[in-house]
């Protein structure tokens, strides 16, 4: 998947959960990001269950402010939506400004909010009909 700033390249499908896939994000021959797309929400093992999400992704610090989160979400979308998915679910941590802007910029309209010890969880959902 790919687009005129950068492109999500497929690494594997996870042996313990195959409806979760890996992608690195690259711009040029550079990686400067990751994604996890999961077809069943899920959250970290340390994490408690309201961030279940169907995706994380990060941009390596010295990319970051340059816009590829934005596109890297829109390409993950795309992908989603060619795996038959219906909607995605992200969730946030309020104090993460710039993830909130990248999901409200993929069109991710907040539905929940979660108080919890470790602070306000945001839940958005993108409709991928
Ligand atoms: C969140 C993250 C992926 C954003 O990546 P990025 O490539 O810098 O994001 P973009 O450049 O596409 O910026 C998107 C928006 O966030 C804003 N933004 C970027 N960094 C910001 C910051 N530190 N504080 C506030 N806003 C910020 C940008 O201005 C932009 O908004 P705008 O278009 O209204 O100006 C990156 O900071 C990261 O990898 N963080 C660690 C992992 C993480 O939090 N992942 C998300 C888990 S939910």
Not at 17 to 38: N, S
Not at 57 to 68: D, H, Q, S, T
Not at 70 to 93: F, I, N, P, Y
Request: hydrophobic fraction near 40%; aromatic fraction near 8%; proline fraction near 5%.
């Amino acid at each position: 998947m790919s687009n005129n700033v950068g492109s999500l390249v497929f690494l594997r499908t996870l042996p313990h959960m195959p409806t979760t896939r890996e992608y690195d994000f690259a711009v040029g021959d550079k990686i400067v990001g990751f994604l996890q797309l999961r077809q069943v929400p899920s959250a970290a093992e340390n994490l408690p269950k309201h961030f279940a999400s169907h995706i994380y992704y990060e941009i390596i610090p010295e990319e970051r402010g340059k816009g590829y989160a934005t596109v890297l979400l829109s390409l993950a979308v795309k992908g989603a939506q060619s795996l038959g998915m219906r909607e995605l679910v992200l969730t946030v941590d309020k104090s993460n400004t710039a993830s909130r802007r990248v999901i409200e910029k993929n069109d991710g309209e907040l539905f929940n909010r979660t108080e919890c010890p470790e602070g306000t969880v945001l839940a958005y959902r993108v409709s991928l009909r």
